[in-house]
């Protein structure tokens, strides 16, 4: 069975209240989890101490034994000391997409075009 840290969703629309629980991959977000370990109240300022509260010596317990972490709880995990996350770089996401790319050039060359016809009229 392949299980997961992951965060299931409580509170009312518009107020998230997320616990930090441990399921079954195959369970769905809400659903059925096999333990409680901690929570994260995102509407709490990022300073105050009750944001995140985990239960680190069952975290570690369930890492001992092949749970793995999302990566967002790896994030509160890092930030704790429990678990190391590793920095992450996409150099690639700032590139504009493809169409943008498209009208970016048609722009140039319709300037190109439009600086040599005036340049050729003088």
């Known amino acids: ?13 518009k107020r998230p209240y997320y616990h930090v629980v441990l399921a079954d991959a195959r369970s769905p977000r809400d659903g059925r989890f096999l333990e409680n370990l901690g929570s994260w109240n995102p509407m709490l300022a990022k300073d105050d101490e009750k944001r995140v509260q985990l239960n680190g010596e069952r975290i570690k317990h369930w890492l001992d034994k092949g749970a793995l972490p999302t990566d967002r709880v790896l ?9 190391k996350r590793e920095a992450r770089n996409n150099p690639e996401k ?14 140039a ?10 340049a050729s009229a003088e």
């Open 1 to 13: 069975m392949a299980l997961k840290i992951r965060l299931a969703r409580g509170g009312s629309k």
């Open 75 to 83: 994030r509160f995990l890092d930030e704790a000391g429990i678990s």
């Open 94 to 107: 700032a590139k504009p997409g493809k169409k943008a790319q498209e009208r970016a050039a048609e722009k």
């Open 109 to 118: 060359q319709k300037a190109a075009d439009a600086a040599e016809a005036a």
